[in-house]
């Protein structure tokens, strides 16, 4: 019952910037976590950022500096605010939230279904 949609992703020329949003929906009863990955083909998907239940916040070192993770005060809406965007930045993005859907029930992961980000020239 619980998805995640996400947006804010799109063709950017180097130097530029892009806001991604990812919104869960559905019976939530608590999040504990919210992430977002990136993967390029041929390549590991990789941690970019994440926030915990209490706020805080963890970069891969190639974006600190330049990405900004954020959510709303409901927490069910994360955000990355993405500038500086370099080529190696292009990949499917997806958010990930671990949360329960009732108080008597176990935490479980969500993920979203990918926003492409590209920058190039």
């Known amino acids: 019952q619980v998805q995640l949609m996400e947006s804010g992703g799109g063709l950017v020329q180097p130097g530029g910037s892009l806001r991604l949003s990812c919104a869960a929906s559905?019976?939530?009863?608590?999040?504990?976590?919210m992430g977002w990955y990136r993967q390029a083909p041929g390549k590991q998907r990789e941690l970019v950022a994440s926030?915990?239940?209490?706020?805080?916040?963890n970069y891969v070192s190639s974006v600190k500096g330049r990405f900004t993770i954020s959510r709303d005060s409901a927490e069910n809406t994360v955000y990355l605010q993405m500038n500086s965007l370099r080529p190696e930045d292009t990949a499917v993005y997806y958010c990930?939230?671990?949360?329960?859907?009732?108080?008597?029930?176990?935490?479980?992961?969500?993920w979203g279904q990918g926003t492409q980000v590209t920058v190039s020239s």
């Open positions: 990930n939230f671990i949360l329960q859907t009732s108080r008597v029930s176990q935490a479980y992961s969500y």
């Open positions: 559905g019976n939530i009863f608590s999040t504990n976590y």
């Open positions: 926030i915990a239940r209490g706020g805080a916040t």
